[in-house]
């Protein structure tokens, strides 16, 4: 027996539950993993959400789109028992059970081995949002950015995927700049690494012109929407926005003048259908690349019990870093 909060639907609504579950529950896979932690980001917060947020594809349902743990069981000799792994991506939590339980079935060809030096709680410090991060520095670092290119821009970057970004890109040698909605955050940002805060003020304002002067040698955009708009019209030639949320809408009200008359790229990252070979790059750069006394002023313990509420705060934009899961608290 096992304990996972199952979201279960009771006429239209979502519930979540904390419940005991019998190994014969869990979905098919090759591997089952006795999941130590795993993290809440913006889509379990909507799958913790009253209607399941749109992303939950059956019912019952364990939500939580990673974890990090040990191979109980595998039938894929490229994991053994006593293997630790972490996982990311490839729909977990939304169409597939995923980490808010203390046993996952799951594909191997899902699954990462544990990069040495790195242990299960800090991977999951670093978690989904972390590694999405990581895939962007990459990137814009293959676009042509480097250091001596000026002041990099990271929005949304007291949230998960920002607050990583912050840390790797400082760690590196960029100046960053750092946008943040909440004052309060100014000190956590800096002591993360970001050079200077730009209040969100600043870019909230409808696009006027298509171009501004030129700001900004990188971006990484974790908002989206109006702001991404925005941000493309004071990015410098050739400079690179890598795009990785849509917190501020998926609609983009922008011209085609930044891609035309300065080169522009926009970089959608996607951390979901990733190649092994990349996932296990970024897990590497991730152990040499993000200060790992950084790590622990990112996060904020939780329980299974205590996700319901911190979903809810997480739509609200109320969770302030990484909220790591250890399932068996």
Same mark, same amino acid.
């Given at each position: 027996?096992?304990?996972?909060?199952? /979201?279960?639907?009771?006429?239209?609504?979502?519930?979540?539950?904390?419940?005991?579950?019998?190994?014969?529950?869990?979905?098919?896979?090759?591997? %089952?993993?006795?999941?130590? !932690?795993?993290?809440?980001? !913006?889509?379990?917060?909507?799958?913790?959400?009253?209607?399941?947020?749109?992303?939950?594809?059956?019912?019952?349902?364990?939500?939580?789109?990673?974890?990090?743990? %040990?191979?109980?069981?595998?039938?894929?000799?490229? !994991?053994?028992?006593?293997?630790?792994?972490? /996982? &990311?991506?490839?729909?977990?939590?939304?169409?597939?059970?995923?980490?808010?339980?203390?046993?996952?079935?799951?594909? #191997?060809?899902?699954?990462?081995?544990? $990069?040495?030096?790195?242990?299960?709680?800090?991977?999951?410090?670093?978690? %989904?949002?972390?590694? %999405?991060?990581?895939?962007?520095?990459?990137?814009?670092?293959? +676009?042509?950015?480097?250091? =001596?290119?000026?002041?990099?821009?990271? &929005?949304?970057?007291?949230?998960?995927?920002?607050?990583? #970004?912050? #840390?790797?890109?400082?760690?590196?040698?960029?100046?960053?700049?750092?946008?943040?909605?909440?004052?309060?955050?100014?000190? !956590?940002?800096?002591?993360?690494?970001?050079?200077?805060? @730009?209040?969100?003020?600043?870019?909230?304002? &409808?696009?006027?012109?298509?171009?501004?002067?030129?700001?900004?040698?990188?971006?990484? =955009? #974790?908002?989206?929407?109006?702001?991404?708009?925005?941000?493309?019209?004071?990015?410098? +030639?050739?400079?690179?926005?890598?795009?990785?949320?849509?917190?501020?809408?998926?609609?983009?009200?922008?011209?085609?003048? $930044?891609?035309?008359?300065?080169?522009?790229?926009?970089?959608?990252?996607?951390?979901? $259908? @990733?190649?092994?070979?990349?996932? @296990?790059?970024?897990?590497?750069?991730?152990?040499?690349?993000?200060?790992?006394?950084?790590?622990?002023?990112?996060?904020?313990?939780?329980?299974?019990?205590?996700? $319901?509420?911190?979903?809810?705060?997480?739509?609200?934009?109320?969770?302030?870093?990484?909220?790591?899961?250890?399932?068996?608290?």
């Amino acid at each position: 027996m096992f304990r996972a909060l199952v /979201l279960e639907k009771e006429g239209d609504a979502a519930v979540a539950r904390l419940r005991e579950l019998d190994e014969s529950a869990l979905p098919p896979g090759d591997v %089952t993993v006795a999941v130590e !932690y795993s993290t809440l980001n !913006y889509k379990d917060g909507l799958a913790l959400s009253p209607n399941g947020g749109g992303i939950v594809r059956s019912w019952p349902h364990v939500a939580g789109i990673d974890f990090a743990g %040990t191979v109980e069981a595998s039938d894929d000799p490229r !994991y053994r028992p006593g293997d630790r792994v972490v /996982l &990311t991506g490839w729909r977990v939590g939304e169409a597939h059970w995923g980490g808010y339980a203390q046993k996952a079935r799951v594909r #191997a060809d899902w699954l990462v081995p544990l $990069p040495e030096g790195l242990t299960t709680r800090q991977a999951m410090a670093v978690g %989904t949002a972390g590694f %999405t991060a990581m895939l962007a520095v990459m990137a814009l670092e293959e +676009h042509g950015l480097t250091p =001596d290119k000026g002041e990099v821009l990271v &929005t949304g970057a007291a949230g998960g995927v920002g607050s990583v #970004a912050v #840390a790797i890109l400082a760690r590196l040698g960029y100046r960053v700049a750092a946008v943040t909605g909440r004052p309060e955050t100014e000190g !956590y940002l800096k002591g993360l690494g970001a050079a200077r805060i @730009v209040a969100r003020e600043e870019l909230a304002e &409808t696009v006027k012109r298509p171009l501004e002067s030129e700001t900004w040698a990188g971006c990484v =955009d #974790a908002v989206g929407g109006a702001m991404l708009a925005r941000v493309l019209g004071q990015m410098k +030639h050739g400079a690179s926005v890598a795009a990785v949320g849509l917190a501020g809408g998926a609609a983009l009200p922008a011209s085609v003048i $930044p891609f035309l008359l300065r080169g522009v790229n926009l970089l959608g990252i996607d951390s979901v $259908p @990733v190649p092994y070979e990349r996932r @296990v790059r970024a897990w590497g750069r991730i152990v040499t690349d993000l200060p790992m006394e950084k790590l622990e002023a990112m996060v904020r313990p939780a329980v299974l019990a205590d996700l $319901p509420a911190l979903g809810a705060a997480i739509l609200k934009g109320g969770v302030q870093g990484r909220v790591v899961v250890d399932v068996n608290g």
